[in-house]
């Protein structure tokens, strides 16, 4: 199989974290794509254009990273990093604020990237800034345990923490020392989150 990602991608991060627990590793290809490139494959594989993809054997293209991620712990033998029955929606609802997270911190970058200094909106740029605080607040307080075996919830975590350390220069961490410790301890227990480490 071929995974379509780029090194900053912290989706395509998740992706191959996700693979390296399962075991799957050495069944996928990672590939760097540009998207911006018009003729990239990508832009065929996928209708939006977007990373991370990952092309199955067949040759069908699967898209965005909580499909990629379900589809890999489906073909590891299912619910090892998607938990089956109540611990499904906790799981999901955490892959799903830190998703989130993503997003809004990746509109930050954007918004700087590819928008003249002119045309940039400060106020818009903080309702995203304000997503990203809240939520951090909410992990603050609810800390996730740290398990043996990490589920999609705490890999999205670990890849939001990263990218916040990545793009923002870890500016989140003198106000979340739970988060931190959490962090450490995910590193330490999921040796594929240094070895993907984001770079430009």
């Known amino acids: 199989m071929i995974l379509r990602s780029s090194p900053a991608s912290p989706f395509g991060r998740k992706c191959k974290i996700s693979a390296s627990i399962l075991g799957l590793t050495d069944r996928i290809e990672v ?3 540009d ?4 003729n990239a494959p990508i832009q065929k594989e996928n209708p939006l254009g977007k990373i991370p993809a990952l092309i199955l054997d067949d040759g069908t293209c699967v898209f965005d990273s909580r499909v990629i991620c379900e ?5 590891a033998g ?3 990093i998607f938990p ?3 611990a499904r929606w906790p799981a999901l609802t955490l892959q799903a604020l830190c998703d989130g997270i993503l997003d809004a911190g990746i509109l930050q970058v954007y918004e700087k990237r590819f928008r003249p200094e002119d045309k940039r909106h400060p106020d818009w740029v903080e309702r995203q800034k304000g997503k990203v605080e809240r939520a951090l607040a909410h992990l603050e307080s609810n800390t996730p345990a740290t398990g043996s075996s990490p589920h999609i919830g705490d890999i999205t ?4 923490l990263g990218y916040l350390d990545f793009r923002f220069e870890g500016t989140w961490r003198e106000n979340h020392p739970n988060l931190v410790a959490w962090l450490d301890k995910f590193a330490d227990a999921v040796p594929t989150f240094g070895e ?3 770079s430009d």
């Open 31 to 33: 590939t760097r794509t």
């Open 35 to 38: 998207t911006i490139d018009p």
């Open 71 to 75: 589809c890999l712990d489906n073909m």
């Open 78 to 80: 299912g619910g090892k």
């Open 84 to 86: 089956q029955g109540d």
């Open 157 to 160: 975590l670990a890849c939001a």
């Open 196 to 198: 993907t480490t984001p």
